[in-house]
């Protein structure tokens, strides 16, 4: 088995700006795992967020013995960034080693397109009422908030986009104040889910508020093992694959989850399409697809995603799975 680590580099359209700070391009690391002639791949995005940069990601997954497998692997890597793209390249490799599609080889039914929410870069209200303008044919946008000024902007995307669903993320940058005065407005102007509003290590102050509209954990949940500290605070769970650290615990937390009464929202870092591809089969039926990544770069990998009026579709294998 020869593991192979590279960094990639993905131009964005335009500025994507969060309140934690701007970017303009996606850095990623690609894994190739080949063994008997095949070969399988994998993408994942460090997360400084996590304390991962792209040169101790690569370290852990170099670090890795001469041969193992995806039971293995949960011994070897915590949950992260270096486990998602390992664990993603070794379902690729499966696949193509038995000639099937990973659906199959995971006994689930074959997927089918998934609208995703379209992110809004955050900027002044009047260049997000613009933003919401040009998007406003898309069905769910997603507005990036978290800062002193949020009203203003959530007003002027109402005001671009009429007719589209919308769903905020905060980005853990309110106040448990500020999440419950914003509230009935967030309901009067039809946001439809709010995304971490609390910093993760604060949310206990979640416990006991109103909330009208559901609330989504994304910082605070990771795997399995995150639920149990969610009770009362969160209504819906943000399953991303370089949290979990791969499909195999995904699609285990996203189990677990509705079968602890938790709505399912699958997200994505900003990567290309092979980061995507794994996260289209967790995203079946969930609440809120959310797996832009693709529609935000400015050039893609070959064999990308398919993006239409129907969603986001599952992968070809030339891709991935």
Not at 1 to 29: K, P
Not at 38 to 53: I, L, N, Q, S
Not at 100 to 111: E, F, H, I, K, T
Not at 170 to 193: C, F, K, M
């Amino acid at each position: 088995m020869q593991v192979e680590v590279t960094r990639d580099v993905f131009r964005l359209a335009e500025v994507f700006t969060i309140s934690r700070g701007s970017r303009t391009e996606a850095q990623v690391l690609t894994v190739r795992i080949t063994d008997g002639g095949a070969t399988g791949r994998g993408e994942c995005v460090p997360y400084a967020r996590y304390d991962e940069t792209l040169d101790s990601v690569t370290a852990e997954i170099e670090g890795l013995p001469d041969r193992f497998d995806r039971a293995a692997l949960y011994d070897l890597l915590p949950a992260g960034a270096a486990r998602n793209a390992v664990d993603c390249a070794l379902w690729d490799l499966a696949a193509k080693q038995a000639g099937r599609r990973v659906w199959d080889l995971a006994g689930l039914a074959a997927p089918g397109p998934e609208i995703t929410a379209y992110t809004l870069s955050l900027d002044t209200p009047e260049k997000m009422q613009t933003q919401a303008a040009k998007h406003a044919h898309r069905p769910l946008l997603k507005i990036k908030l978290g800062t002193p000024d949020d009203m203003p902007r959530l007003e002027a995307v109402r005001a671009g986009a009429p007719e589209a669903r919308i769903i905020i993320d905060a980005n853990e940058g309110w106040s448990a104040e500020v999440y419950a005065d914003l509230a009935p407005h967030l309901l009067r102007l039809g946001v439809s889910l709010v995304e971490q509003p609390l910093p993760a290590g604060e949310d206990d102050a979640l416990i006991g508020i109103d909330r009208p509209i559901p609330v989504c954990a994304d910082e605070s949940c990771h795997d399995r093992a995150s639920l149990a500290a969610l009770k009362g605070k969160y209504d819906v769970v943000n399953i991303k694959l370089d949290k979990t650290g791969g499909l195999t615990e995904a699609l285990a937390l996203r189990n677990a989850a509705r079968a602890e009464g938790y709505d399912v929202m699958v997200g994505c870092m900003v990567g290309s399409s092979l980061a995507m591809a794994p996260a289209v089969l967790v995203a079946q039926s969930a609440l809120v697809t959310d797996l832009d990544g693709p529609l935000l770069l400015a050039e893609d990998r070959d064999h990308a995603l398919t993006f239409d009026d129907r969603g986001v579709h599952p992968p070809e294998p030339a891709l991935w799975g």
